[in-house]
């Protein structure tokens, strides 16, 4: 069965800084994907960034980037240059890939952020 | 179009209502997805409509019944809830290939 973890409940950082969440992954599929979520206390769930698993080179966007170690199942989120906006619930998850047209996303419990100024 | 729209955004039921959400996205995402989010937790799927057909039902309690009358819509049907009922509820689309995976901003339901 796959599995997400994510062992920081809590993190803070210092506004301009950059932070690392921290997300180990098992699966048996050699084809999968791995996501990373913002959740503000709105309740909306913000997608960041993905990596599939055959991807050659570690996801980028903007302030946002995935550090993929396939051999050590690690996909960490790095968020450069912290902003106070970026203080939220962030998620890791998986993506369980059906044949019938459709995938489910396995989470883990999340790392809550605080940027502090 | 990029968006997932949910309504309403809080919703406040009586254990004897009956109540729906209502989901919408015109990005021609042909998978539709109903998530439960209870406080300090992460979603949990409920039900996965591929093709407007319902695909996975998570042993999701009758009192929950999901429809998806086009590609386009989803609803989720409430009736005689419990207070634990009490929870966020996301609804999300995506490809069949699983790519622009999607989250509305949910409904916040309270039962009392």
């Known amino acids: 069965a796959q599995k997400i973890t994510q062992t920081q409940p809590g993190m803070f950082v210092q506004e301009k800084e950059a932070v690392t969440l921290d997300c180990t992954y098992d699966t048996s599929d050699p084809s999968y994907g791995l996501f990373w979520y913002k959740q503000p206390s709105s309740g909306e769930m913000i997608f960041l960034i993905y990596?599939?698993?055959?991807?050659?080179q570690n996801a980028t966007e903007g302030r946002y980037s995935l550090n993929f170690q396939k051999a050590r199942k690690s996909a960490n989120l790095v968020i450069s240059a912290s902003q106070l906006g970026d203080s939220a619930m962030y998620f890791c998850a998986m993506r369980e890939v059906f044949s019938g047209g459709y995938n489910k996303l396995i989470f883990g419990a999340g790392t809550r952020l605080a940027v502090h100024p | 179009d990029t968006e997932v729209t949910q309504t309403p955004k809080h919703l406040v039921m009586g254990m004897t209502n009956k109540k729906s959400l209502k989901c919408e996205q015109h990005?021609?995402?042909?998978?539709m997805y109903w998530y439960k989010q209870k406080a300090k937790k992460p979603p949990e799927l409920m039900f996965v409509?591929?093709?407007?057909?319902?695909?996975i039902n998570e042993s999701v309690p009758s009192r929950f019944s999901p429809e998806c009358p086009n590609s386009s819509l989803l609803n989720l049907h409430l009736h005689a809830l419990q207070p634990e009922d009490s929870a966020l509820y996301l609804c999300?689309?995506?490809?069949?290939?699983?790519?622009?995976?999607?989250f509305g901003s949910g409904t916040r339901l309270t039962v009392v």
């Open positions: 409509y591929s093709y407007e057909k319902l695909s």
């Open positions: 999300a689309s995506s490809q069949a290939t699983g790519d622009g995976y999607t």
């Open positions: 990005m021609g995402h042909r998978a």
């Open positions: 990596q599939g698993s055959y991807d050659q």
